[in-house]
């Protein structure tokens, strides 16, 4: 019984030092001196953190269509711009500039979307 009350004793008070574990991954993979703006179709929108996704589909000069993921902000951010987990659904037509990524793939950390709408989000 000893050794179980100082395993739990121990095992508690490690639980209180714990600290939560944060991490951010760095926003080096864009190239935030430049901007892009591109029209498409909204394939995909998750919704989650640490930070949200939307995938368009956009018609590229060959006539083939191009896959493109975009960063999204924080699930508070985007409360605060007025985005929910509705807002972008697939089919929706949107318009988004962006930083694009620094390694050419197709892609990169929005700025402005305007929807179909015309409905504003920064």
């Known amino acids: 019984m000893k050794t179980l009350t100082r395993t739990a004793a121990v095992a508690g008070a490690l639980a209180l030092a714990a600290t939560p574990a944060m991490s951010h991954h760095s926003h080096a993979m864009f190239d935030h001196t430049k901007f892009d703006t591109i029209t498409g179709t909204v394939i995909d929108f998750a919704y989650v953190n640490p930070h949200g996704a939307l995938d368009i589909a956009v018609m590229s000069k060959d006539g083939k269509m191009d896959k493109y993921w975009f960063e999204m902000s924080n699930l508070s951010n ?35 979307i305007v929807a179909a709408d015309g409905h504003h989000y920064e």
């Open 78 to 112: 985007m409360v605060s711009r007025g985005i929910k987990k509705t807002t972008f659904k697939p089919g929706d037509k949107v318009n988004i500039t962006y930083h694009p990524l620094k390694d050419g793939r197709k892609g990169g950390s929005y700025t402005s």
